[in-house]
Protein backbone atom coordinates (compact mmCIF):
# COMPACT_ATOMS: atom_id res chain seq x y z
CA UNK A 1 0.00 0.00 0.00
CA UNK A 2 1.33 3.24 -1.05
CA UNK A 3 1.98 5.73 2.01
CA UNK A 4 -0.25 8.38 3.21
CA UNK A 5 -0.23 11.21 0.79
CA UNK A 6 0.71 14.74 2.31
CA UNK A 7 0.33 16.03 -1.04
CA UNK A 8 -1.86 14.45 -3.52
CA UNK A 9 -1.17 15.33 -7.53
CA UNK A 10 -3.61 17.79 -7.31
CA UNK A 11 -2.95 20.01 -4.52
CA UNK A 12 -0.41 23.05 -4.09
CA UNK A 13 1.61 22.90 -1.38
CA UNK A 14 2.57 26.70 0.22
CA UNK A 15 5.53 28.39 -1.76
CA UNK A 16 8.13 27.41 0.40
CA UNK A 17 7.59 24.06 0.98
CA UNK A 18 6.77 23.97 -3.02
CA UNK A 19 9.92 25.22 -4.02
CA UNK A 20 11.78 22.84 -1.17
CA UNK A 21 10.35 19.72 -2.40
CA UNK A 22 10.94 21.09 -6.09
CA UNK A 23 14.76 21.47 -4.90
CA UNK A 24 14.79 17.91 -3.53
CA UNK A 25 13.65 16.33 -6.52
CA UNK A 26 16.25 18.56 -8.30
CA UNK A 27 18.91 17.04 -5.74
CA UNK A 28 17.52 13.30 -6.13
CA UNK A 29 18.08 13.39 -9.74
CA UNK A 30 20.85 15.63 -10.31
CA UNK A 31 23.45 12.26 -9.92
CA UNK A 32 22.17 10.48 -12.80
CA UNK A 33 21.22 13.12 -14.83
CA UNK A 34 24.55 14.93 -14.59
CA UNK A 35 26.99 11.16 -14.96
CA UNK A 36 25.19 10.55 -18.51
CA UNK A 37 26.81 13.72 -20.01
CA UNK A 38 30.30 13.07 -17.90
CA UNK A 39 30.13 9.47 -19.50
CA UNK A 40 29.28 10.65 -22.68
CA UNK A 41 31.47 13.90 -22.82
CA UNK A 42 34.91 11.95 -21.96
CA UNK A 43 34.12 9.38 -24.73
CA UNK A 44 34.04 11.53 -27.43
CA UNK A 45 36.89 13.51 -26.63
CA UNK A 46 35.55 16.45 -25.36
CA UNK A 47 36.96 19.38 -23.80
CA UNK A 48 36.06 19.90 -19.90
CA UNK A 49 34.49 23.15 -21.93
CA UNK A 50 32.94 21.30 -23.95
CA UNK A 51 31.53 19.02 -21.21
CA UNK A 52 30.28 21.78 -19.37
CA UNK A 53 28.32 22.86 -22.19
CA UNK A 54 26.95 19.50 -22.85
CA UNK A 55 25.70 19.36 -18.86
CA UNK A 56 23.99 22.76 -19.33
CA UNK A 57 21.99 21.75 -22.35
CA UNK A 58 21.21 18.27 -20.75
CA UNK A 59 19.62 20.74 -17.62
CA UNK A 60 17.59 22.53 -20.05
CA UNK A 61 16.40 19.64 -22.39
CA UNK A 62 15.63 17.62 -19.22
CA UNK A 63 13.54 20.72 -17.74
CA UNK A 64 11.43 21.58 -20.29
CA UNK A 65 10.85 17.74 -21.09
CA UNK A 66 9.44 17.52 -17.23
CA UNK A 67 7.40 20.46 -18.15
CA UNK A 68 6.11 19.21 -20.86
CA UNK A 69 5.35 15.54 -19.54
CA UNK A 70 3.73 16.51 -16.38
CA UNK A 71 0.65 18.67 -18.54
CA UNK A 72 -2.62 17.29 -18.63
CA UNK A 73 -2.79 17.92 -22.54
CA UNK A 74 0.69 17.32 -24.22
CA UNK A 75 1.94 14.66 -21.54
CA UNK A 76 0.53 11.81 -19.09
CA UNK A 77 0.02 14.95 -16.49
CA UNK A 78 1.75 12.54 -13.86
CA UNK A 79 3.97 14.13 -11.58
CA UNK A 80 6.98 12.51 -13.27
CA UNK A 81 10.39 13.62 -13.81
CA UNK A 82 12.06 13.67 -17.10
CA UNK A 83 15.86 12.95 -16.82
CA UNK A 84 18.37 11.69 -18.77
CA UNK A 85 18.39 7.73 -19.83
CA UNK A 86 20.73 4.78 -18.81
CA UNK A 87 19.05 2.91 -21.26
CA UNK A 88 20.47 5.25 -24.28
CA UNK A 89 23.88 4.50 -23.02
CA UNK A 90 25.20 1.46 -25.17
CA UNK A 91 23.39 2.89 -28.41
CA UNK A 92 25.19 6.47 -28.19
CA UNK A 93 28.61 4.25 -27.39
CA UNK A 94 27.86 2.72 -30.92
CA UNK A 95 27.28 6.63 -32.41
CA UNK A 96 30.49 7.25 -30.89
CA UNK A 97 32.40 4.53 -32.29
CA UNK A 98 31.10 5.26 -35.45
CA UNK A 99 31.67 9.12 -36.12
CA UNK A 100 34.83 9.48 -33.08
CA UNK A 101 37.31 9.94 -35.68
CA UNK A 102 35.19 13.02 -36.79
CA UNK A 103 35.39 15.14 -33.55
CA UNK A 104 32.86 15.32 -30.36
CA UNK A 105 30.59 18.19 -32.57
CA UNK A 106 30.01 15.80 -35.37
CA UNK A 107 29.12 12.76 -33.22
CA UNK A 108 26.72 15.31 -31.43
CA UNK A 109 25.22 16.26 -34.81
CA UNK A 110 24.98 12.58 -35.61
CA UNK A 111 23.38 11.98 -32.34
CA UNK A 112 21.00 15.04 -32.54
CA UNK A 113 19.91 13.57 -35.76
CA UNK A 114 19.15 10.10 -34.09
CA UNK A 115 17.05 11.80 -31.18
CA UNK A 116 15.39 13.67 -33.42
CA UNK A 117 13.87 11.23 -35.93
CA UNK A 118 13.64 8.41 -33.26
CA UNK A 119 11.88 10.58 -31.24
CA UNK A 120 9.19 11.46 -33.51
CA UNK A 121 8.75 7.96 -34.30
CA UNK A 122 7.69 7.09 -30.49
CA UNK A 123 6.13 10.65 -30.32
CA UNK A 124 3.63 8.77 -33.34
CA UNK A 125 3.49 5.58 -31.75
CA UNK A 126 2.55 7.50 -28.72
CA UNK A 127 -0.07 10.20 -30.05
CA UNK A 128 -1.51 7.58 -32.31
CA UNK A 129 -2.60 5.38 -29.67
CA UNK A 130 -0.84 2.60 -30.80
CA UNK A 131 0.69 1.72 -27.06
CA UNK A 132 -2.74 1.92 -25.86
CA UNK A 133 -2.92 -1.31 -28.32
CA UNK A 134 0.29 -2.81 -26.95
CA UNK A 135 -0.81 -1.67 -23.46
CA UNK A 136 -3.35 -4.96 -23.36
CA UNK A 137 -0.61 -7.70 -23.02
CA UNK A 138 1.29 -5.21 -20.49
CA UNK A 139 0.30 -6.84 -17.10
CA UNK A 140 1.08 -6.45 -13.68
CA UNK A 141 2.85 -9.83 -14.44
CA UNK A 142 5.17 -8.15 -16.84
CA UNK A 143 4.93 -4.75 -14.97
CA UNK A 144 6.10 -5.84 -11.69
CA UNK A 145 9.79 -7.79 -13.00
CA UNK A 146 10.65 -4.71 -14.98
CA UNK A 147 9.76 -2.39 -12.04
CA UNK A 148 11.95 -4.89 -10.08
CA UNK A 149 14.31 -4.47 -12.69
CA UNK A 150 14.84 -0.84 -12.52
CA UNK A 151 15.36 -0.68 -8.78
CA UNK A 152 17.45 -3.56 -7.89
CA UNK A 153 19.51 -3.76 -11.43
CA UNK A 154 21.01 -0.28 -10.33
CA UNK A 155 22.15 -1.15 -7.21
CA UNK A 156 26.13 -1.22 -8.80
CA UNK A 157 25.29 2.05 -9.45
CA UNK A 158 24.08 3.38 -6.43
CA UNK A 159 26.96 1.36 -4.31
CA UNK A 160 30.12 0.55 -6.42
CA UNK A 161 29.79 3.37 -8.41
CA UNK A 162 29.43 6.18 -5.91
CA UNK A 163 28.55 5.04 -2.28
CA UNK A 164 31.85 2.78 -1.77
CA UNK A 165 33.64 5.51 -2.65
CA UNK A 166 33.13 6.28 1.44
CA UNK A 167 30.59 4.34 3.41
CA UNK A 168 30.69 6.55 6.22
CA UNK A 169 29.25 9.38 4.53
CA UNK A 170 27.12 7.36 2.20
CA UNK A 171 25.86 5.67 5.29
CA UNK A 172 25.09 8.67 7.17
CA UNK A 173 22.97 9.53 4.48
CA UNK A 174 20.99 6.45 4.50
CA UNK A 175 20.66 6.69 8.19
CA UNK A 176 19.46 10.08 8.39
CA UNK A 177 17.02 9.15 5.63
CA UNK A 178 15.72 6.62 7.77
CA UNK A 179 15.15 8.89 10.92
CA UNK A 180 13.75 11.69 9.51
CA UNK A 181 11.11 9.88 6.89
CA UNK A 182 10.10 6.74 9.34
CA UNK A 183 11.62 7.55 12.53
CA UNK A 184 10.63 10.97 13.44
CA UNK A 185 6.62 11.60 13.00
CA UNK A 186 6.79 15.55 11.74
CA UNK A 187 4.93 16.34 8.64
CA UNK A 188 7.49 18.04 7.62
CA UNK A 189 10.41 16.67 8.57
CA UNK A 190 8.98 13.32 6.59
CA UNK A 191 8.59 15.00 3.63
CA UNK A 192 12.08 16.82 3.38
CA UNK A 193 13.93 13.75 4.72
CA UNK A 194 16.28 13.47 1.70
CA UNK A 195 16.80 17.00 1.27
CA UNK A 196 17.95 17.15 5.11
CA UNK A 197 19.92 14.11 5.07
CA UNK A 198 21.98 15.06 2.02
CA UNK A 199 22.36 19.09 3.31
CA UNK A 200 23.52 17.82 6.50
CA UNK A 201 26.22 14.97 5.32
CA UNK A 202 27.30 17.89 2.71
CA UNK A 203 27.96 20.44 4.97
CA UNK A 204 29.85 17.85 7.36
CA UNK A 205 32.17 17.02 4.30
CA UNK A 206 32.28 20.85 3.84
CA UNK A 207 33.47 21.26 6.95
CA UNK A 208 36.03 18.59 7.16
CA UNK A 209 36.92 19.55 3.78
CA UNK A 210 37.54 23.43 4.96
CA UNK A 211 39.52 22.06 7.72
CA UNK A 212 42.43 19.95 6.01
CA UNK A 213 40.37 16.55 7.29
CA UNK A 214 39.72 15.56 4.09
CA UNK A 215 42.80 15.63 1.33
CA UNK A 216 41.39 17.06 -2.44
CA UNK A 217 41.98 13.28 -3.16
CA UNK A 218 39.53 12.16 -0.90
CA UNK A 219 36.18 10.86 -2.15
CA UNK A 220 34.28 13.34 0.12
CA UNK A 221 36.11 16.43 -0.63
CA UNK A 222 34.56 19.50 -1.50
CA UNK A 223 36.09 22.17 -3.63
CA UNK A 224 34.23 25.09 -3.53
CA UNK A 225 36.94 26.85 -5.90
CA UNK A 226 35.05 25.91 -8.94
CA UNK A 227 31.99 27.69 -8.00
CA UNK A 228 34.39 31.27 -7.79
CA UNK A 229 35.65 30.49 -11.28
CA UNK A 230 32.37 29.81 -12.99
CA UNK A 231 30.98 32.12 -14.95
CA UNK A 232 26.85 33.55 -13.65
CA UNK A 233 25.28 33.59 -16.84
CA UNK A 234 25.59 30.79 -19.68
CA UNK A 235 25.24 32.52 -23.51
CA UNK A 236 21.66 32.86 -24.84
CA UNK A 237 23.24 31.87 -28.45
CA UNK A 238 24.68 28.29 -27.72
CA UNK A 239 21.26 27.64 -26.84
CA UNK A 240 19.39 26.18 -30.15
CA UNK A 241 21.65 23.43 -31.84
CA UNK A 242 24.98 24.24 -29.83
CA UNK A 243 26.79 21.86 -31.91
CA UNK A 244 25.93 22.47 -35.17
CA UNK A 245 23.09 21.66 -37.54
CA UNK A 246 21.80 18.02 -36.42
CA UNK A 247 22.82 15.54 -39.34
CA UNK A 248 20.55 12.32 -40.09
CA UNK A 249 22.24 8.73 -40.45
CA UNK A 250 20.51 5.30 -41.02
CA UNK A 251 22.96 3.82 -38.75
CA UNK A 252 22.83 6.48 -35.74
CA UNK A 253 18.77 6.26 -36.07
CA UNK A 254 19.23 2.37 -35.68
CA UNK A 255 21.32 2.47 -32.93
CA UNK A 256 19.17 4.97 -30.75
CA UNK A 257 16.41 2.95 -31.59
CA UNK A 258 16.99 0.13 -29.44
CA UNK A 259 17.41 2.77 -26.43
CA UNK A 260 13.65 4.29 -27.36
CA UNK A 261 12.36 0.69 -27.53
CA UNK A 262 13.84 -0.22 -23.84
CA UNK A 263 12.57 3.50 -22.07
CA UNK A 264 9.43 3.00 -23.97
CA UNK A 265 8.80 -0.56 -21.86
CA UNK A 266 10.98 1.37 -18.56
CA UNK A 267 8.35 3.81 -18.97
CA UNK A 268 4.67 2.52 -18.97
CA UNK A 269 5.94 0.41 -15.61
CA UNK A 270 7.08 3.95 -14.58
CA UNK A 271 3.78 5.59 -14.83
CA UNK A 272 1.85 2.34 -13.05
CA UNK A 273 4.80 2.40 -10.50
CA UNK A 274 4.20 6.52 -9.91
CA UNK A 275 0.58 6.13 -10.19
CA UNK A 276 0.84 3.42 -7.20
CA UNK A 277 3.32 5.86 -5.40
CA UNK A 278 0.88 9.05 -5.48
CA UNK A 279 -2.15 6.87 -4.15
CA UNK A 280 -4.17 7.19 -7.55
CA UNK A 281 -5.94 4.82 -9.81
CA UNK A 282 -3.80 3.17 -12.51
CA UNK A 283 -3.05 5.06 -15.55
CA UNK A 284 -5.63 4.72 -18.26
CA UNK A 285 -4.34 4.22 -22.25
CA UNK A 286 -4.61 7.89 -23.41
CA UNK A 287 -2.70 8.73 -20.15
CA UNK A 288 0.16 5.85 -21.30
CA UNK A 289 -0.09 6.81 -25.03
CA UNK A 290 -0.39 10.61 -24.41
CA UNK A 291 3.07 9.56 -21.94
CA UNK A 292 4.89 8.13 -24.47
CA UNK A 293 4.22 10.18 -27.38
CA UNK A 294 5.75 13.19 -25.19
CA UNK A 295 8.59 11.39 -24.31
CA UNK A 296 9.03 11.08 -28.12
CA UNK A 297 8.30 14.73 -28.33
CA UNK A 298 10.93 15.71 -25.72
CA UNK A 299 13.84 13.34 -27.10
CA UNK A 300 13.42 15.54 -30.35
CA UNK A 301 13.61 18.45 -28.78
CA UNK A 302 16.81 17.62 -27.17
CA UNK A 303 18.02 16.59 -30.11
CA UNK A 304 17.43 20.47 -31.58
CA UNK A 305 19.03 21.63 -27.56
CA UNK A 306 22.13 19.69 -28.37
CA UNK A 307 20.63 17.24 -24.83
CA UNK A 308 20.87 13.78 -25.03
CA UNK A 309 17.60 10.91 -24.43
CA UNK A 310 14.81 11.74 -22.16
CA UNK A 311 13.03 9.43 -20.24
CA UNK A 312 11.36 8.97 -16.86
CA UNK A 313 13.43 9.36 -13.63
CA UNK A 314 12.57 5.71 -11.29
CA UNK A 315 14.63 7.59 -8.38
CA UNK A 316 12.05 10.64 -8.36
CA UNK A 317 9.49 8.23 -7.91
CA UNK A 318 11.13 6.33 -4.99
CA UNK A 319 11.02 10.09 -3.34
CA UNK A 320 7.28 10.07 -3.64
CA UNK A 321 7.14 6.74 -1.80
CA UNK A 322 9.17 7.75 0.49
CA UNK A 323 7.99 12.03 1.54
CA UNK A 324 4.22 11.16 0.85
CA UNK A 325 4.42 14.56 -1.70
CA UNK A 326 2.88 13.67 -5.67
CA UNK A 327 2.14 17.29 -6.17
CA UNK A 328 2.56 17.76 -10.02
CA UNK A 329 3.17 21.61 -9.25
CA UNK A 330 6.00 20.49 -6.78
CA UNK A 331 7.72 18.74 -9.86
CA UNK A 332 7.04 21.61 -12.63
CA UNK A 333 8.71 23.53 -9.75
CA UNK A 334 11.53 21.57 -9.48
CA UNK A 335 11.91 21.79 -13.61
CA UNK A 336 11.83 25.33 -13.43
CA UNK A 337 14.59 25.05 -10.89
CA UNK A 338 16.72 22.63 -13.77
CA UNK A 339 15.98 25.56 -16.22
CA UNK A 340 17.79 28.00 -14.35
CA UNK A 341 20.12 26.06 -13.36
CA UNK A 342 21.45 25.61 -16.82
CA UNK A 343 21.42 29.38 -17.36
CA UNK A 344 23.36 29.71 -13.88
CA UNK A 345 26.75 28.85 -14.30
CA UNK A 346 27.44 29.41 -10.65
CA UNK A 347 24.07 27.47 -9.47
CA UNK A 348 25.35 24.98 -11.54
CA UNK A 349 28.47 24.07 -10.65
CA UNK A 350 28.15 24.45 -6.65
CA UNK A 351 25.77 21.43 -7.42
CA UNK A 352 28.35 19.69 -8.99
CA UNK A 353 30.81 19.74 -6.02
CA UNK A 354 28.34 17.19 -4.37
CA UNK A 355 30.48 14.15 -3.19
CA UNK A 356 29.32 10.60 -5.19
CA UNK A 357 29.26 9.29 -1.87
CA UNK A 358 26.16 11.43 -0.77
CA UNK A 359 24.41 10.70 -3.84
CA UNK A 360 25.21 6.98 -3.50
CA UNK A 361 23.88 7.14 0.08
CA UNK A 362 20.55 8.88 -1.24
CA UNK A 363 20.38 6.06 -4.35
CA UNK A 364 20.51 3.01 -1.90
CA UNK A 365 17.13 4.46 -0.37
CA UNK A 366 15.61 5.55 -3.61
CA UNK A 367 16.62 2.27 -5.84
CA UNK A 368 15.61 -0.02 -2.90
CA UNK A 369 12.39 1.67 -2.70
CA UNK A 370 11.55 1.58 -6.45
CA UNK A 371 12.79 -2.39 -6.55
CA UNK A 372 9.91 -2.95 -3.61
CA UNK A 373 7.45 -1.21 -5.75
CA UNK A 374 7.33 -3.93 -8.18
CA UNK A 375 6.66 -6.35 -5.89
CA UNK A 376 4.16 -4.11 -4.25
CA UNK A 377 2.48 -4.14 -8.50
CA UNK A 378 2.80 -7.85 -8.46
CA UNK A 379 -0.03 -7.94 -5.42
CA UNK A 380 -2.41 -6.87 -8.26
CA UNK A 381 -1.26 -10.90 -9.95
CA UNK A 382 -2.19 -14.27 -7.92
CA UNK A 383 1.07 -14.76 -6.62
CA UNK A 384 -0.21 -17.63 -4.90
CA UNK A 385 -0.22 -19.18 -8.70
CA UNK A 386 2.55 -21.75 -9.90
CA UNK A 387 2.43 -20.33 -12.96
CA UNK A 388 2.98 -16.21 -12.12
CA UNK A 389 5.45 -17.25 -9.99
CA UNK A 390 7.54 -19.73 -12.56
CA UNK A 391 6.95 -16.45 -15.21
CA UNK A 392 8.28 -13.81 -12.84
CA UNK A 393 11.03 -15.80 -11.43
CA UNK A 394 12.45 -16.54 -15.27
CA UNK A 395 11.91 -13.13 -16.01
CA UNK A 396 13.61 -11.11 -12.96
CA UNK A 397 16.47 -13.58 -13.31
CA UNK A 398 17.17 -13.19 -16.90
CA UNK A 399 16.77 -9.55 -16.26
CA UNK A 400 19.59 -10.22 -13.37
CA UNK A 401 21.81 -12.57 -15.55
CA UNK A 402 21.14 -12.17 -19.19
CA UNK A 403 22.73 -8.77 -19.73
CA UNK A 404 26.23 -8.97 -18.27
CA UNK A 405 26.71 -12.14 -21.33
CA UNK A 406 25.47 -9.83 -23.40
CA UNK A 407 27.92 -6.77 -22.85
CA UNK A 408 30.96 -8.98 -22.26
CA UNK A 409 29.89 -11.47 -26.00
CA UNK A 410 28.65 -8.27 -28.24
CA UNK A 411 30.94 -9.64 -31.27
CA UNK A 412 28.36 -12.33 -31.43
CA UNK A 413 25.90 -9.92 -31.91
CA UNK A 414 28.33 -7.14 -34.10
CA UNK A 415 30.60 -8.84 -36.70
CA UNK A 416 32.26 -7.51 -39.22
CA UNK A 417 32.18 -10.00 -41.20
CA UNK A 418 27.94 -9.89 -41.40
CA UNK A 419 27.98 -7.04 -43.26
CA UNK A 420 26.83 -3.44 -42.90
CA UNK A 421 22.82 -4.13 -42.75
CA UNK A 422 22.99 -7.52 -40.10
CA UNK A 423 25.55 -5.47 -38.09
CA UNK A 424 23.11 -2.27 -37.26
CA UNK A 425 20.78 -5.20 -36.73
CA UNK A 426 23.04 -6.91 -34.60
CA UNK A 427 23.91 -3.86 -32.60
CA UNK A 428 20.05 -2.58 -32.15
CA UNK A 429 19.40 -6.87 -30.24
CA UNK A 430 22.47 -6.36 -28.21
CA UNK A 431 21.36 -2.63 -27.08
CA UNK A 432 18.52 -3.93 -26.05
CA UNK A 433 19.69 -7.14 -24.24
CA UNK A 434 22.14 -5.73 -22.20
CA UNK A 435 18.91 -3.80 -20.57
CA UNK A 436 18.15 -5.18 -17.46
CA UNK A 437 14.54 -3.40 -17.45
CA UNK A 438 14.04 -4.48 -21.36
CA UNK A 439 14.92 -8.32 -20.60
CA UNK A 440 12.44 -8.65 -17.78
CA UNK A 441 9.84 -7.11 -20.02
CA UNK A 442 10.19 -9.35 -23.52
CA UNK A 443 10.58 -12.64 -21.12
CA UNK A 444 7.50 -11.58 -19.12
CA UNK A 445 5.59 -10.68 -21.97
CA UNK A 446 6.26 -13.32 -23.97
CA UNK A 447 5.49 -16.07 -21.24
CA UNK A 448 2.41 -14.12 -19.54
CA UNK A 449 1.21 -13.65 -23.54
CA UNK A 450 1.81 -17.11 -24.62
CA UNK A 451 0.35 -19.17 -21.05
CA UNK A 452 -3.01 -19.62 -20.16
CA UNK A 453 -4.15 -17.97 -17.49
CA UNK A 454 -7.32 -16.09 -16.11
CA UNK A 455 -7.52 -12.41 -16.28
CA UNK A 456 -7.82 -12.65 -12.22
CA UNK A 457 -4.36 -14.39 -12.27
CA UNK A 458 -2.93 -12.56 -14.39
CA UNK A 459 -3.92 -9.33 -12.40
CA UNK A 460 -6.09 -7.46 -15.16
CA UNK A 461 -8.23 -5.13 -13.25
CA UNK A 462 -8.13 -5.95 -10.06
CA UNK A 463 -6.40 -4.03 -7.54
CA UNK A 464 -3.95 -5.61 -4.98
CA UNK A 465 -5.31 -5.68 -1.36
CA UNK A 466 -5.23 -2.83 1.16
CA UNK A 467 -5.75 -0.10 -1.53
Known sequence: MARQMVYGVNDKPPFLIMLLSGTQHVLTLFGATTLVP??????????????????????????????????????????????????????????????????????????????IAGGLILSFIGYSKIVGIIRKVITPVVIGPVIMAIGFSLAGTAIQGNAANYWPASLGVVILIFLFSLVLKNKYINIFAILLA???????????????????????????????????????????????????????????????????????????????ASGIDDPDSNTINRGIGAEGLCCALSGVLGSVGTTSYTENIGLIGLTGVASRVVVRTGAVILILMSFVGKLSALIATMPSPIIGGAYIALFGTIGAMGIQVLMRADMSSQRNILIVGFAFLMALGLPGWVEVNQSIFMNDAQGQVMHTIGGMVWAVLKTPMAVAGICAAICDSLIPGTDEERGINVRPRGI
Open 38 to 115: LIFGPAMGMTPLQIASLISSVYLGMGIATLIQTSRKLGSGLPIVQGSSFSFIPSVMTVIALYKAEGPEVIMQYMGGGL
Open 198 to 276: IVIVYLACLGLSMNGVFSPEHPAYINLSRVAEASWLRDVKSVIVPWGMPKFSLMAIAALLAGFFATMIESIGDYHSVSY
